[in-house]
């Protein structure tokens, strides 16, 4: 058996974000503040890797945030050894240099 | 550069195929100064053996063993020929320092919560947590190239309107959510300049059917349905951005690449062949709807309440179907849990789903279609065989797909995988095991105010989802600076 169950459930996810949202409400309170004045350049990127729970407390790499995992314990923190792109397939070494 | 596939046979490999040896790069260090070594990457898979729940990516169904030649070289031994074991060591498995984690991890390293000054490797560090907001800045003594990116700062959002919201004030530079063509109004009309969505092909939404039951296990029964649906008809509305698929079921256009010549411009049968494959089929209509042996063909058609651009498909794929003298009626289950363990544990007679994404067709066909991924009577199926194919409901044809699947993964080179994916895409476009509706596209919506560098149609680098991990890592290292 060779299942790739983070790909299917990775998978879910985009279908769970296919709900859509189909009202704009437009609350003022919240989120994150402007943190990049004007005039500047840019030091902060904010992102929202889809909506849904809380930031759960578990930076455990080994767990995707379908998983549970929080964004960017895989990949801002721990690291692969290569890069396949999902979208084009290219391969990079990361960790590894060959 | 894109197509110098096949990339995981870039990592060293034997001529076997069943040894593969990663070279590690020898000036990474963690974060406390300690250098990354041979040793972490060997913890680090032996935990994940030790620990099944750790291996999400079920890396050890196909390992052997993992060995430390010496402090920069580790070779992985799989227990049969599989020339996709580089992509599953290498990019699906994240390296995890051994001097820390053996002391903090406790008796479960499944629930260990890494949350107390993680030693980490890569280019961030978490600053500060809480439910609201995670805060990353740049490790300042990361190995490699530093992205201009100096803070991340991670909201979390309870539902797409929000998340909506924050993007049109302008409090986010970049989400990956649901869209709605009736947003563009707000957000990319609004600001042309600036506000930008890309929403590049993901992976191929079937409709399922269950060939554990009656009459779906009969091929000209597939035929007749698949010939009744106008996936012409699918993509409008909040459904528009997934497009008709290609019969194959492979992703168009990121794959078009293996797609046999043959089936290139392949179009799906139209709705005039649907009497004749019914008849084949031994069915007749009464009161207009077939029937076999006295008994009308029913079938529900299931989707998960709210998923709405899917329950806008499955509502037009009845009324296709009522058409054709299908007596069919949509399925809306209340949840996904419910709509998912109907569909693993085969309780359905169709659903609508999706299939996986991957670097190239091997991926979604082999979760698809290999027969290890169905299951008995009752018992669930893992990957998305959600339809059981198997040597008890495919005519014989699992036995041939379970060969092309396992001739990819001793395939030497990219024509021995090309073969193995066209002698797929035959069963696929003869057999109809599942039928190829629409193509499903990643979200990404972005803001160039303050970040330019994101990949678009015209430069498209990678997916512009920020939900896949690490592709949203390469994209951060490609986003540049605007001034305000």
Redesign the interface.
């Given at each position: 058996?060779?299942?790739?169950?983070?790909?299917?459930k990775?998978?879910?996810?985009?279908?769970?974000?296919?709900?859509?949202?189909?009202?704009?409400?437009?609350?003022?309170c919240?989120?994150?503040?402007?943190?990049?004045?004007?005039?500047?350049?840019?030091?902060?990127?904010?992102?929202?890797?889809?909506?849904?729970?809380?930031?759960?407390?578990?930076?455990?790499?080994?767990?995707?945030?379908n998983?549970g995992g929080?964004?960017?314990?895989?990949?801002?923190?721990?690291?692969?050894?290569?890069?396949?792109?999902?979208?084009?397939?290219?391969?990079t070494?990361?960790?590894?240099?060959? | 550069?894109?197509?110098?596939?096949?990339?995981?046979l870039?990592?060293?490999h034997d001529a076997t195929l069943t040894q593969w040896t990663?070279?590690?790069?020898t000036d990474?260090k963690w974060s406390d100064g300690q250098p990354?070594t041979s040793e972490d990457?060997v913890y680090t898979f032996e935990l994940?053996k030790q620990y099944a729940g750790?291996?999400?990516?079920?890396v050890w169904?196909?390992l052997k063993d993992v060995k430390a030649t010496d402090t920069s070289t580790i070779v992985f031994t799989t227990t049969a020929a599989n020339s996709t074991a580089?992509?599953r060591?290498?990019?699906?498995?994240?390296?995890?320092p051994k001097h820390d984690w053996s002391t903090k991890i406790g008796t479960d390293?499944?629930k260990?919560?890494?949350?107390k000054n993680?030693v980490?490797?890569?280019?961030?560090?978490?600053t500060t947590?809480?439910?609201?907001?995670?805060t990353?800045d740049i490790n300042t003594s990361y190995w490699g190239t530093k992205p201009e990116?100096?803070?991340?700062?991670?909201?979390?959002?309870?539902?797409?309107?929000?998340?909506?919201?924050?993007m049109?004030?302008?409090?986010?530079?970049?989400?990956?959510?649901?869209?709605?063509p009736?947003?563009d109004e707000?957000f990319t009309q609004k600001d042309p300049a600036h506000n930008h969505v890309w929403f590049?092909a993901?992976?191929t939404v079937m409709l399922y059917l269950n060939l554990s039951k009656a009459p779906f296990n009969n091929l000209d029964v597939r035929k007749a349905i698949s010939a009744a649906i106008n996936r012409d008809n699918l993509p409008q509305g909040?459904a528009q951005y997934a497009k008709a698929a290609n019969p194959t079921g492979v992703v168009t256009p990121?794959h078009n690449k293996w797609i046999k010549s043959d089936y290139a411009s392949l179009k799906f049968d139209a709705t005039d062949k649907v009497a004749g494959y019914m008849a084949a089929a031994g069915f007749t209509k009464t009161d207009g709807i077939w029937a076999k042996d006295g008994k009308k063909l029913t079938m529900n058609v299931d989707v998960v309440t709210?998923?709405?651009?899917?329950v806008q498909d499955v509502e037009n794929i009845v009324s296709d179907l009522k058409a054709a003298g299908f007596d069919a009626k949509v399925n809306s289950q209340a949840g996904?849990t419910p709509y998912?363990d109907a569909l693993t544990t085969g309780k359905y007679d169709a659903a609508i789903?999706?299939?996986?994404?991957?670097?190239?067709p091997y991926?979604t066909y082999?979760?698809l279609l290999?027969s290890?991924?169905s299951a008995a009577a009752g018992k669930a199926v893992?990957?998305?065989n959600f339809m059981r194919w198997d040597a008890t409901t495919s005519n014989g044809f699992s036995a041939q797909t379970d060969k092309l699947i396992a001739d990819f993964e001793k395939a030497p080179d990219e024509a021995a995988q090309m073969q193995a994916i066209q002698g797929i895409e035959d069963i696929m476009v003869s057999q109809l095991p599942c039928l190829p509706l629409t193509v499903?596209v990643?979200?990404g919506e972005y803001s160039t105010k303050?970040?330019t560098g994101f990949?678009s149609a015209e430069n498209?680098?990678?997916?512009s989802?920020?939900?896949?991990?690490?592709?949203?890592?390469?994209v951060?290292f490609h986003?540049k600076?605007?001034?305000?």
């Open positions: 058996m060779t299942g790739h169950s983070v790909e299917s990775l998978t879910g996810k985009l279908i769970i974000v296919c709900m859509v949202a189909l009202t704009i409400m437009l609350a003022a919240g989120g994150p503040t402007t943190t990049n004045p004007t005039g500047q350049k840019a030091t902060t990127l904010r992102v929202l890797s889809a909506p849904g729970q809380p930031n759960p407390d578990f930076f455990n790499p080994f767990y995707n945030t998983q929080d964004f960017g314990a895989q990949g801002l923190l721990y690291e692969p050894l290569y890069f396949t792109n999902l979208y084009n397939g290219e391969q070494p990361w960790l590894a240099h060959r | 550069m894109a197509n110098r596939l096949p990339g995981w870039t990592v060293d990663f070279h590690l790069r990474v990354l990457v994940m750790l291996d999400q990516t079920s169904s196909i580089g992509f060591i290498g990019n699906q498995v994240y390296i995890v390293p499944t260990f919560t890494n949350d993680p980490t490797s890569g280019p961030y560090k978490l947590f809480t439910p609201d907001l995670l990353y990116v100096k803070k991340i700062l991670v909201p979390s959002i309870k539902d797409n309107t929000t998340a909506i919201t924050k049109l004030q302008g409090e986010l530079d970049w989400t990956g959510t649901g869209w709605d009736s947003l707000q590049p993901s992976n909040i990121n709210g998923w709405n651009d899917w996904f998912y789903s999706w299939t996986n994404s991957g670097p190239n991926f082999q979760a290999s290890a991924n893992t990957g998305t499903n990643f979200w303050n970040w990949p498209p680098y990678d997916s989802a920020p939900y896949n991990a690490p592709d949203f890592v390469n951060i986003l600076a605007a001034t305000n």
